[in-house]
């Protein structure tokens, strides 16, 4: 059979690998050694069948024998068979063509079975290896199949048994190594469908659940890592999200290792860069700067569907939209109600907030017309809310709102009428309106408007009634003597507590009492200050701690005076106290006169004196350091250290006490370096 004549089913025996066509041969000396196995392939016997009966139908040469014969008998040869030339080619080239034709016919191979007509139950152990081989050779999944089934039914004791069975192995990892291929490929569930199509009889088939356990760990283990990453980024996590994304790397798996893993990094820098956005965003919200609000949403908004931060960005613009309403809500609150309808209107529709937003425009649009205080503002407020549908979830407040514009009506028009009277200015006009306001109960909703006007209006007519006594009193109080000051107080007192003066009545009845005691008290201060200036200190703190202890308009006054004259005492016990003790001499005794004296005040007239004795003391504690250095240099040392910084010998003080210390403490000599020596001279010459 030519290669033409094998179906596509079946591999050519051109196509085989080297190896496959070792086996080939192999398989062509078991046919060779069993010819009698297959009769139903156009067999060598036939063709031998058909030699032996072209053979009886007679050569050529056959009759050319019998010729002969014929002419021999009748005496008459043709001239050509006369020729003895003739004759030896003819011997020549007979016998050579018949032994040609032998050897043609022993080295001729038997042609290859036809596998795809073959009636298996017949086909012997050689022909079924032979076209599972041609099967196997095509490396496809149903091929390879194909080839353990042909060969796998023969019996245990067959002589090609063990020769079958290493091809079953073979043939089984090979539909093994192409699962896995589909595994390597993201196809999980194509790979562990062709690996379960192993035969089960197989002694291949018990790495098939090793090998699916082993797909099924890494996909699992893969698979996890990816969604961990995929919630980072959700988390807006990314260095968590990254990290993660690296450990796909190490997946055995090409699928997920290449692929996802490049999808995943792709998922990862964009929804990092739509973080930053929405980022971004929601630091703008926080700021509550409506145009900032209205940014915050574009910014929100330009994230797209395919992105992981779509989602949160998607929730968060409506809280930005709301964030606008608060800051509309707000401004309402404060009465300013035409900002509030404007922030309100610019609220985008992405936001889906439109009918919390035209609840909100409806009930602040009739506010304003309510807010502007007359009757026909509330008219128009009541029109406005009547128009809310009883669907809203405002309809409540719309209604409770008629309610009280409906009230506010009636004490709008009694308000009206208390203004236009109180507007005269004068007492009665006053009274009336406030007997008119006096009409709104304190339930109504502008009853608290109506007590504001009601208490400016009593202030009004107390202000009338009260000026004359203070006006009075300031005229009395002009002369400003105890007599006329305390009448001015009398007068001012006349106005009562709670009136509306009464404050600023108060204020000048201090005022004329402070002057009152001024005018008492300044004598006996005046009378201390001349005492300490005759140096007479003790008195004169006594005469004015009177005075300071008085709580009276000079206490603070003599109260400063006794602390001067008290630190003058200090500072000149003293100077006399370090005058005594520096007199002593002693090293302890002069530390101690410099630590008294320099408690003088600077403001002292004794501060002068006091520096040039510091000075002088200070000299004579170096004398007495370096005069003990002599003998005791760590004595010395220590004398010199009490001298204080700024005097006169502090400078020598401190050279002393250096020397003295580089004495006790000399600094080691530099060590001369040793010469370095030459190196001797070798005496030894070459050989």
Known sequence: MTERDIPDSWSSASGREPDQNKRLSRTEQFGETQPFDSPATGSTSKSVKRRKKNHRKGLPINSNSEETAQLSSTGKWPRWMKSWTLWLVLLMLIPGSVGFLAMAMLLKLPSAP?????????????????????????????????AIALVKQLPQNHPLHGEIDRFIEEWSRDILKLADQSFQTGNLDEAIATARK???????????????????????KAEATYNGAIAQVKERRWQSAFMLSAKMLRVDNQYWAGTKY??????????????????????????????????????????GQESYIYQKAQEAIPAFGRKMLELAQAKLDKQDADEALDIARQIPEIAKLQGETDDFIAIADAKRSAWIGNVSGLEAAIAQAQQIDPSRPVYNEAQQLIARWQLEIEDVANLEKARILASQGTVPNLTAAIAQVELIPASNPRATEARQEMGRWRAQVETIEDQPYLERAEQIAIFEDINSLQAAIGQASEIRRGRALYPEARKKIRTWVGKIQRIQDQPYLDQAQELAQSGNLPAAISIAQQIASSGRALSQEAQAAVNDWEGQIRTRENWRKAQEVGAAGTPEALVEAIRLADRVSNNSILRMDANVAIDQWSQQLLEIARSQGQSDIARGIDIAKSIPRGSAAYSAAQEQIKAWQDFLNPQPEPQPQPESLPFPQSTTTGQ
């Not at 790495?207 to 797909?215: I, R």
């Not at 999808?263 to 860069?273: G, P, S």
């Open 198 to 220: 192993i035969p089960e009889d197989v002694t291949a088939y018990k790495l098939v659940d090793e090998q699916v356990d082993k797909w099924q760990t890494i996909w699992s």
């Open 114 to 146: 036809n596998c795809p007509s073959i009636f298996w139950p017949l086909a012997s152990a050689s022909v079924r290896l032979h076209c599972a081989q041609l099967a196997a050779s095509k490396q496809t999944v149903n091929d390879l199949l194909q």
């Open 262 to 303: 490049d999808q995943l990094n792709r998922l990862i820098v964009t929804a990092r860069e739509d973080g930053d956005k929405l980022g971004k965003a929601e630091n703008l919200a926080n700021s509550k700067v409506v145009d900032n609000l209205l940014e915050a949403i574009k910014l929100a908004q330009s994230i």
